[in-house]
């Protein structure tokens, strides 16, 4: 993350993206597969890198190799295998949903997980942090599935909403998104127009 600061001299926090140049490497079509999409290619990759069916695909496709595909709803009919897609499709001002997966924070309480209130701190209570009665005795003598419990924090497939593009940097494929997106340094991310 970094600041933009604008003309009027307001300081926005931003998220510095590199959106491209994805490869359209297959169209699906509801025909053969099923379903509409469009399946990405993103990110070069060496020969070696590769398996060899993916590797063996994109040859016989003529396409470059690339090593992260993901795959979106059909959003522009025009776009072929081969077709290249970068930055330019978003423009300043436009709202967008970025997804991606989360910071892992490891095993977590419930308060750091969930923002329980723990019990008071004084006076000899030997409940401060712990989450409490997880269920009655007799009925349903059982916890139900979904309590909120200690356990594994993060590390999970997020989207945030209602992002504005502030910044679009076409010739390096760079924009700058308003706010925090999900995920650390260099991971793998999705933008797409609300």
């Known amino acids: 993350m970094t600041q933009f600061i604008q003309e009027n001299g307001t300081v926005i926090p931003v998220t510095v993206c590199e959106l491209g140049p994805c490869v359209v490497v297959q169209k699906k079509s509801v025909e053969k597969d099923g379903y509409s999409a469009l399946k990405f290619g993103y990110a070069d990759a060496k020969e070696k890198h590769l398996v060899k069916p993916i590797k063996d695909d994109l040859k016989k496709k003529n396409l470059p190799l690339k090593r992260i595909f993901t795959e979106v709803d059909v959003f522009d009919e025009a776009l072929e295998v081969g077709s290249v897609v ?11 949903n970025v997804s991606g997966v989360s ?88 933008v797409r127009e609300k």
Not at 86 to 96: K, L, P, W, Y
Not at 106 to 117: D, L, N, S
């Open 86 to 96: 970068s930055c330019t499709i978003f423009a300043e001002n436009d709202v967008v």
């Open 103 to 190: 910071k892992g924070k490891g095993f977590a309480g419930v308060i750091k997980r969930y923002g329980f209130g723990g019990g008071r701190k004084t006076h000899g209570s030997n409940f401060h942090r712990a989450p409490g009665s997880i269920g009655a005795c007799a009925y349903p003598s059982e916890v139900w599935r979904g309590k909120k419990m200690p356990g594994h924090y993060g590390d999970k497939r997020v989207t945030v909403k209602n992002l504005k593009v502030v910044k679009v940097f076409p010739e390096r494929n760079i924009i700058l998104i308003s706010g925090a997106v999900p995920g650390t340094r260099n991971s793998i991310i999705t």
